[in-house]
């Protein structure tokens, strides 16, 4: 099979389309809606379903199919009443550094909402994991991520009480906990374990992070440890899938993943 000239690396090959040239109906509105997108750039605004529909001859539900993959796929976004062209999806570093950077890093503005502060006995399967005792004290902490305000992910973190006594009254919820961490109590964050699926969000982080719960979401389990390998923090983190994608640099010969830098992080 020739390599299409025009096709983009990365893209599916020969546009998704079989090699005996059938596909679904919605399949072939869908690859033109996508070339209006690429003309329309984006916050482009998509003509209506109706009219989509009389333009390729095609009926209404049609349509909905397609632009439901295109607003999964995160090429779309909802806008009042209208659908418009949205805009790059944002590369979340898999670093130590991850949100905070990975945010800035492509020129939009960081930001977290808190959703709630608590500390109760520790359970006994997350006291493993956080070097605590089980019944001892830990803090939840609860935000939902924000992208120029725009609400990207919920995040849940838990950390021993032992470990950072004063977090409900020294600490700024809006802030970075990994900057709170290294400038005010000296915390250095050595290295992690990650771990990370696909899943559906549950009615209520679907509402807290303003999606159909239907949207596919990005889930990240980190354990963190410091610089002397104790465990420090356990984190739940909920990206959503339309506006996300992961990035992470591999180095050769111990078979690592070569990590970014720094500890600016959440």
């Known amino acids: 099979m020739d390599y299409p000239n025009d096709q983009a690396p990365g893209a599916p090959i020969r546009s998704g389309i079989p090699e ?46 397609a632009l439901r993959e295109l607003l999964l796929e995160g090429r779309l976004r909802r806008q009042g009443r209208g659908t418009v062209v949205a805009g ?8 130590l550094a991850s949100y905070t950077e990975g945010v800035r890093r492509q020129g939009r503005r960081p930001g977290r909402h808190l959703i709630g502060l608590e500390r109760f006995p520790c359970p006994e399967a997350l006291a493993a994991e956080i070097g605590a005792v089980r019944g001892e004290p830990v803090w939840h902490l609860e ?60 009615p209520r982080e679907a509402l807290l992070i303003g999606t159909p719960p239907a949207l596919p979401m990005l889930l990240l389990h980190r354990l963190s440890r410091d610089t002397e390998g104790r465990p420090l923090e356990r984190v739940r983190t909920l990206f959503r899938g339309d506006r996300f994608s992961f990035t992470t640099h591999l180095g050769g010969g111990d078979g690592t993943t070569r990590r970014g830098g720094g500890d600016e992080g959440r």
């Open 88 to 95: 790059p999806k944002l590369e979340q570093p898999l670093s």
């Open 143 to 202: 935000r939902v991520l924000l992208a120029d305000d725009e609400r990207v992910g919920l995040e849940s973190t838990y950390v021993s009480v032992a470990r950072l006594p004063r977090l409900d009254t020294e600490f700024d919820p809006d802030s970075s906990f990994y900057a709170y961490l290294r400038d005010r109590l000296g915390i250095a964050f050595g290295d992690a374990d990650e771990r990370i699926e696909t899943v559906l969000a549950t």
């Open 20 to 65: 005996h040239g059938r596909i679904p109906k919605y399949y072939a509105v869908k690859a033109q809606i996508s070339l209006l997108i690429d003309e329309l750039g984006e916050g482009g605004l998509l003509p209506t379903e109706r009219d989509l529909a009389l333009r390729h001859e095609v009926s209404r539900e049609t349509v909905r199919q």
